[in-house]
Structure formats: C-alpha cells, structure tokens
C-alpha cells in the first residue's frame, strides 16, 4: 500500500504542539518525503524549547508509523539557537526547557564531564567495534566488510551495519536489493548474506536518492539502525563508519559502548594526515584503537610479479608505531578485491582460500585477541 505525503499531514494535523497549535500549523516541519512505504522528515525548533518538543516527536513518530503500509518512520527533532540567544546558565538546566548536556545524563558512576552519559548495551550484542577513516577513497567499507567475514570465519557471530548515511556502499559490496521488514514488535529484520545480519540504509531508499538531511536526521537514522533492528544474538556487530570526524561518529560512540575502533588509511602522507585526525577524535571520546590497516598499501603485477608501490609503502606502519597503536597488517591493490567487491560477492568469501582472505583472517585474529583481552579485564 503507497503512502503519500498527504496521508502523513493528516495524522500530523492531530498532534499538537506544546503551545496548542496543531503540528502541521506550527511552521516548524522539514520537507516531508514519502515513498515505498518509508517516511523521513524532521520537527525544527529553538533549542532552548527543544525538552518540551521531544514528546511531540514521539508522538509524531508514533502516529506515523501507525498509517497502514508505512514500514519505516525516522523522524528528528532539530534543535538550533537562534542568532544573538544566549545559551542558558548550568544552573537553569534543570528548570529551562533547554536541552541538557550530555553529562548530566551520565549512568550512574560515569565521571561528571563525561561524553558518553547516554550509552547503553544493545541486548544481545556482546562488543561494538567501528571500522573509520578520517577520509574518503581508502577503501574502508571493502575492508569493513571482509574484516566482518573474517571475523565470522573464525568463529565469531558477527553482524555488520552501514552508518554511512550519504553514500551507503553496503548494499552494493554485498549485491542485496531486499528491503527489510518488520518483525511483531515493529523492529526491522536485518537482512542475511554470506551469514552476516546486515543494515544500511542504502536498503530503506532507492541508489540514486540524495540523502540532503541535516545532522539531526542523521544522527537519528543511526540511532534507530542501533535499537529498531533485530539483531539477535552477535558476538560482535562491526560498524562501517562515514568517512571524516562529525556527527556520525559522535553519535556512535555516545550512544553505545565501543569496544574500539580500526582505522583504515592508504599509505600516503595525505591519508594519513586524516588518519591521524580520526585517531584524536576516538581518542577524545575514550574509544581505544584497536589498530591501523594499511589499504592499498602495494600492487603486484598478476602478469609479471613486479612489485609497485603506487601510494608509496609502509607510512600506516610508521604512522602506528609512532601512536603506539597496534598496526594490523598490510593489504594490497589487486583486480580481485576490486572485481569481487563490485560484483557484491566479497573475497573473503568468494575466495576463500585465497592470499587475500587469508590477509584478512590475520587481521580479524588480531582484532578477535584484542576483543578477548579487553573482555577478562572488564
């Protein structure tokens, strides 16, 4: 059953807002898209009433996935001060309607100026771990996901989720054109390949769509590919990050506990760079890196052997000797990592007594030893 932008303001028109007025009259509505049966849009507000809309947005949300044929509602609350207003005093907070910091809703024992006061375990997944990059083109979300099968050939339960809003690469490297559905408590069912419970958005909307959202919206969409998904029982659920050091990432770690983070870098001085600022901003909000991978980090000639080192060699290394993180390993540039990942059938899986997936199996046994050492110290 379509649903169209229509149905969706008349549930709204029902909702008030906190000063009475209905929803669809209170000029505070984004853009509101509908289409196969999921619906995006975002509620704009002055941050210092930001507490008294949250309900409203519940509600909102509520109503919406309540129209028959609706299958996925991500609605966000964006909260922004107005130019020239004063941010409220620390001692107002708990009687404005401003949004209070993040410390102040710090679990019991969490230092005061704490960042990570709203984590919490999602039920059923043993350790979160993020695969970054400070930049783009490194081949992150390849190695994110063959990392995922190495870590599910050697034993471990694993699933993997696509937090890459605007350019999902996920549906693509593993060739599913699925939508998820529902299960009886309204959570979505990840889809299933190569044994991997897997999420992105990319499986919600269609290829060419342009996600133009806001970072309200995406730190939304994040938040429910964490909680509104089934995931079941993981032993670990490897998350393939966007590239840089922004909402996304922010979101992530202060939304659930990481375990660590790997970071992926080409071996040049410009990646790197990136990769030194990926680093730092994990590093500021206690997520330990559990190493660097050097991506790309030589090409061999398949006809004639001739080693080259097209982005230069070993900079990863010296880049996490010189941090005192764990360097991880070395992968090469070669056609089949490539062709596999283009195809949606990745090496590790489709090759898997290759030189390739057995790179990749190294790794995931570092990390999975890391994974168990940093579990009997908690």
């Not at 081949?139 to 995922?148: E, P, Q, V």
């Not at 694993?158 to 959570?187: C, F, H, M, Q």
């Not at 919600?204 to 769509?209: I, M, P």
């Not at 659930?256 to 080409?266: D, E, K, Y």
Request: proline share 7%; net charge neutral; aromatic share 4%.
């Amino acid at each position: 059953m379509a649903v169209d932008k229509t149905q969706v303001l008349a549930v709204l028109h029902n909702i008030a807002s906190p000063r009475g007025v209905s929803l669809t009259e209170a000029k505070v509505l984004s853009e509101i898209i509908a289409s196969d049966g999921k619906v995006f849009f975002s509620i704009n507000v002055d941050a210092n009433e930001a507490r008294a809309w949250e309900e409203v947005r519940a509600k909102a949300e509520a109503a919406v996935r309540a129209i028959p044929g609706v299958t996925t509602a991500m609605i966000a609350l964006t909260a922004e001060r107005k130019p020239g207003a004063a941010a409220p005093a620390p001692h107002q907070h708990s009687h404005s309607l401003g949004v209070k910091p993040v410390a102040q809703h710090r679990p019991q024992g969490a230092p005061a100026d704490s960042p990570m006061g709203k984590q919490a375990s999602i039920p059923g997944i043993g350790s979160i771990i993020a695969v970054a990059s400070g930049k783009g083109g490194v081949g992150k979300s390849t190695t994110a996901l063959n990392l995922a099968l190495a870590l599910r050939d050697l034993g471990l339960r694993v699933g993997l989720l696509d937090a890459d809003i605007y350019g999902p690469s996920v549906p693509r490297l593993t060739g599913v054109r699925e939508k998820p559905t529902l299960n009886d408590a309204k959570k979505m069912i990840p889809i299933v390949r190569f044994g991997l419970p897997l999420m992105s958005i990319g499986f919600l909307v269609e290829e060419e769509t342009a996600m133009v959202w806001r970072g309200p919206m995406v730190m939304s969409a994040i938040r429910q590919m964490l909680w509104d998904v089934a995931w079941g029982e993981l032993d670990v659920l490897v998350v393939d990050m966007p590239p840089g050091t922004g909402d996304a990432q922010l979101t992530l770690a202060q939304q659930v506990p990481l375990r660590g983070v790997v970071i992926v870098s080409t071996p040049q001085d410009l990646a790197l760079i990136d990769a030194r600022r990926g680093i730092a901003m994990f590093h500021k909000v206690n997520v330990p890196t559990l190493g660097i991978i050097e991506n790309m980090s030589y090409f061999q000639c398949p006809e004639c052997g001739t080693r080259s080192d097209i982005f230069g060699h070993g900079g990863a290394r010296h880049e996490a000797e010189r941090l005192k993180v764990p360097f991880l390993g070395e992968i090469p540039l070669h056609m089949s990592i490539r062709t596999s990942s283009d195809a949606g059938t990745p090496v590790v899986n489709s090759e898997p007594d290759g030189v390739h997936a057995r790179i990749y199996r190294a790794i995931g046994a570092e990390i999975k030893k890391q994974l168990a050492g940093a579990a009997a110290v908690i």
